[in-house]
């Protein structure tokens, strides 16, 4: 069984950013294309953004493409997401997520890490 487990959520202002990590734990996930989900209050969860196993071709939806970045780091077992010139529509809890396709999650998710945007 793997782990997931995110941190570095929390309060901020508009145009402000946030570092979100996710570490792994109890297998390996140096194989598998990693990804950030969120869900806000009242919607469904969406995909945020997405890397391959390797570190590269990351890949964002339409609404953070140019403000967030997502990067792993296969030697610490932790994946990121560089959040900046947050908008008060990013607040959600963000979840780490292993084995995306395409935009859809994999079987494995971490428990979330709340992100709060202020006006």
């Known amino acids: 069984q793997g782990q997931l487990v995110e941190s570095g959520g929390g309060l901020v202002q508009a145009g402000g950013s946030l570092r979100l990590s996710c570490v792994a734990s109890g297998r390996t996930f140096k194989n598998y294309v990693m990804g950030w989900f969120r869900q806000a209050p009242g919607k469904e969860r969406e995909f945020v953004a997405a890397?391959?196993?390797?570190?590269?071709?990351?890949y964002y939806a339409d609404s953070v493409k140019g403000r967030f970045t997502i990067s792993r780091d296969n030697t610490k077992n932790t994946l990121y997401l560089q959040m900046n010139s947050l908008k008060p529509e990013d607040t959600a809890v963000y979840y780490c997520?292993?084995?995306?396709?395409?935009?859809?999650?994999?079987?494995?998710w971490g428990q979330g890490t709340q992100v709060t945007v202020s006006s």
């Open positions: 890397i391959s196993w390797s570190g590269g071709s990351p």
């Open positions: 997520n292993a084995g995306v396709f395409g935009t859809r999650p994999g079987a494995y």
